[in-house]
């Protein structure tokens, strides 16, 4: 089973402070993407990376952003925490097997309370 | 660019009877169209897909969806539902040459005793 943890299932930070949201995948995937979600507004992408190293923004990058080192790992860091960043955040991983690229697994999500 | 309305934000229904929620969506390509569900307190999974082929899909659960093309739609259906099946349901689309995923607001779907 494929399986993707994140850091944190609950985070409590104050206005200012930085944030570092960890996310690993165990499937050797290429793709990885991070999204929050808020009600009534779905998920919406932040950012996403195709291989290690490399990163491309997605529709709400303002105020984020990621750090891929290594293949398995995709961080998520909010510069200066502030209270519109409170939302649940969700990681994703994906394989670019032509198989298997099209379906998406998500780990349980962090739950980031800004003060 | 493409694009996912889910009309319904939520659906209540009774235990047993049957649901079917809603979902369309708009792109100048072709696409794939998924469901994925999302149970309290846990991460998104994902219900069913479409690729290509046969218009009806079938997924977990006993759930089921149909591609419509002419209507650019893909609705989520069960025949009979169970208290367990109370959850969030994201209809999503992409296109078939990249790998971003759009998803929908999402329905809230309760089953009531």
């Known amino acids: 089973d494929v399986k993707v943890t994140q850091s944190s299932r609950y985070l409590v930070k104050r206005t200012g402070e930085k944030v570092f949201l960890e996310c690993v995948q165990d499937?050797?995937?290429?793709?990885m993407f991070w999204y929050r979600q808020d009600p009534g507004l779905g998920l919406r992408l932040i950012y996403f990376?195709?291989?290690?190293?490399?990163?491309e923004k997605g529709d709400i990058p303002e105020g984020y952003s990621v750090s891929r080192e290594k293949k398995e790992r995709f961080s998520l860091i909010l510069e200066s925490a502030s209270t519109n960043q409170t939302s649940m955040y969700l990681c994703?991983?994906?394989?670019?097997?032509?198989?298997?690229?099209?379906?998406?697994?998500f780990g349980p999500g962090t739950r980031l309370l800004v003060l | 660019a493409q694009s996912v309305t889910q009309l319904d934000s939520q659906v209540p229904v009774f235990e047993e009877a049957p649901v079917e929620l809603r979902c369309n969506y708009s792109?100048?390509?072709?696409?794939?169209l998924f469901w994925y569900v999302q149970y309290p307190n846990q991460g998104l999974q994902l219900l069913l897909k479409?690729?290509?082929?046969?218009?009806l899909v079938k997924g977990i659960n006993g759930f089921e969806a149909e591609f419509n093309k002419s209507q650019t739609s893909f609705h989520l259906r069960k025949p009979s539902v169970h208290i367990s099946d109370t959850a969030e349901y994201f209809c999503?689309?992409?296109?078939?040459?990249?790998?971003?995923?759009?998803f929908g607001p999402g329905t809230s779907l309760s089953v009531i005793p």
């Open positions: 994703a991983s994906s394989s670019r097997d032509s198989k298997l690229r099209e379906t998406q697994y």
């Open positions: 499937m050797d995937h290429e793709n």
């Open positions: 990376s195709y291989d290690v190293k490399m990163k």
């Open positions: 792109s100048s390509v072709s696409v794939y």
């Open positions: 479409y690729l290509s082929g046969s218009t």
């Open positions: 999503a689309v992409s296109a078939t040459s990249y790998d971003k995923v759009i």
